[in-house]
């Protein structure tokens, strides 16, 4: 990928952001391939966005 590409990446991302943001959304977790891969980072991106967690999968609505 070239340098002019991950700019324009990197202004969407941000675009799509804000519009999150005005729309209401109070976080936003950006999520990659290495999070799959290795989950304590995921856990932890989800733990410092405050997302609740379920302790086992019977809480679940469906």
Avoid: W
Avoid at 6 to 35: P, Y
Avoid at 40 to 49: I, S
């Amino acid at each position: 990928m070239t340098r002019r590409a991950e700019e324009e990446n990197i202004t969407r991302q941000a675009r799509r952001d804000k519009m999150l943001f005005d729309q209401g959304v109070s976080e936003i977790i950006h999520c990659f391939s290495e999070d799959i891969y290795r989950p304590d980072r995921l856990v932890r991106k989800l733990v410092a966005a405050r997302v609740p967690r379920l302790r086992h999968a019977r809480e679940l609505p469906f």
